[in-house]
């Protein structure tokens, strides 16, 4: 089976690699295992030097990571780019932190010396997506090589190029060669990686479907997940709040990265006393985004990744109309080559449509209209998912409210929500569970190892 790097833009193939061999992940995994043998007895400055050296490659090459990113998925270059500038950030942060966060904690306990040690588990399966296909997998790695562990990387089938490139930075930072590997495989071949006793753990940011099978085989083979699933994100926007910021940033958080983020913005929640003048601002910034060559500099939102996307987006959002949905802009794909989608808002969405509840991955925005924060609150938990959450008020009690109320993993509050190595990032129902990033990140895949040492007076007169 071929696994194949198609540019989104333009539908061409560019270039096509051969899926391994059993014998070849044999060997992926037999290197893994031997070389976590001897490199979780590296320091923890020994690491952060491999570690910081891969920063400093991510930023040195920023603009032709930014080109292998785009022309596999289809952002604009400059946010691809960014996201191999932001992967940098997540390699020093944890570069510096790890230490602290990985060492001992006293328990007092008198008569005893007790504390928590974390250690290294081996191996960790990482099943990461393309939507981020740098940013996903180094805020694993980056936590995952500081603890001690090793990686084995199957990653999108779509952003090959991404994957070695990822394996080759770790290489040429200095980090042993079974450290960290990509396996060029397809998802028929992960059942068999799982299973392999010497793998201990798995991570899968992806969707439900996708989730729920690796969880189920990891669960068999009693080894522990982290699942980050999608989401269906309410954007709340109540009467107190800057409308002016509140339209921008929505715009923002619907269309970033071309719509394809689990962290989008895709339900705007709009109190009835702004709903008008919010709609107004909204359609028309969302119709004047350019849409075209993602190297473009003055392109706004590229191609989708690939044309099964492009097809679902459109499906979800025909069958919305048909049930009753308006469309305010967009809502049907751009003609020519290419996956291209335009910036698109519907609203009057009937409760048994898919834009009522699904999560559509692409720049669809789904615009609903409230009476008062309990409809606001109401709605945004009406969804299977839960992820993160937008609310935008300056009033005090309805913060408070919307951030003990809603469920979810995030709320950010007269903000877009963001992943960024200093906060735990991950959501709540369908949406997954276990977190990525912050110290949380790092002790996901480890052993938190209890010592209790007794004083030798207390063992005095035992037999």
């Known amino acids: 089976m071929a696994i194949s790097t198609v540019n989104p833009a333009t539908g061409e193939e560019v270039e096509s690699f051969e899926a391994l061999t059993e014998d070849q992940i044999e060997e992926k995994i037999r290197r893994a295992a031997e070389t976590f043998r001897e490199y979780r007895k590296t320091s923890f400055e020994e690491r952060a030097r491999m570690l910081t050296r891969a920063a400093e490659i991510l930023e040195e090459e920023a603009e032709e990571f930014g080109r292998i990113i785009t022309g596999e998925m289809g952002k604009p270059l400059a946010a691809a780019v960014a996201e191999a500038n932001k992967s940098a950030r997540g390699c020093r942060y944890y570069a510096e932190n790890a230490e602290r966060f990985m060492a001992d904690e006293e328990i007092e306990l008198e008569g005893a010396k007790v504390y928590i040690r974390y250690e290294p588990i081996g191996p960790v399966l990482a099943i990461m997506p393309w939507n981020f296909p740098f940013w996903q997998v180094f805020r694993h790695a980056a936590p995952g090589l500081m603890a001690g562990n090793v990686i084995l990387l199957k990653h999108a089938s779509n952003v090959p190029r991404c994957a070695l490139a990822i394996e080759d930075i770790f290489r040429r930072a200095g980090f042993p060669e079974g450290a960290f590997q990509t ?104 119709a004047a985004l350019k849409v075209g060559d993602p190297m473009d500099e003055d392109t706004d939102m590229g191609p989708l990744a690939t044309p099964d996307i492009l097809q ?152």
Request: negative net charge; glycine residues 10%; aromatic residues 6%.
């Open 183 to 286: 396996l060029l495989i397809g998802s028929g071949q992960v059942q068999a990686v799982i299973d392999d006793p010497r793998v201990k753990a798995a991570t899968l940011t992806g969707s439900g479907p996708a989730g729920s099978k690796v969880a189920s085989q990891a669960g068999e083979n009693i080894k522990k997940t982290v699942l980050e699933l999608g989401g269906s994100d309410p954007f709340i926007v109540m009467p107190s709040a800057d409308l002016d910021e509140a339209v921008s940033t929505a715009v923002t958080a619907r269309t970033l990265n071309n719509g394809q983020s689990c962290i989008n913005a895709k339900r705007m929640i709009v109190h009835e006393e702004v709903a008008d003048e919010f709609e107004r601002r909204y359609v028309e910034a969302m």
């Open 312 to 463: 679902d987006v459109d499906q979800q959002v025909r069958d919305s109309v048909e049930a009753g949905a308006r469309v305010l802009t967009g809502g049907k794909p751009l003609d020519g080559p290419g996956n291209y989608y335009p910036p698109t808002v519907i609203t009057d969405i009937p409760e048994d449509s898919p834009a009522y509840r699904e999560e559509i991955f692409g720049p669809v925005a789904s615009l609903f209209r409230v009476r008062d924060a309990d409809e606001a609150i109401n709605l945004a938990n009406d969804s299977p998912f839960g992820l993160s959450s937008s609310v935008w008020t300056n009033d005090a009690g309805e913060q408070d409210r919307f951030i003990e109320e809603i469920e979810a993993g995030m709320v950010y509050v007269n903000k877009m929500t963001e992943s960024t190595p200093e906060v735990p990032f991950g959501g709540v129902k369908e949406s997954g569970y276990g977190r990525e990033l912050s110290v949380f990140g790092i002790r996901e895949f480890v052993n938190a190892k209890t010592v209790w040492i007794n004083d030798a007076a207390d063992n005095e007169g035992i037999e």
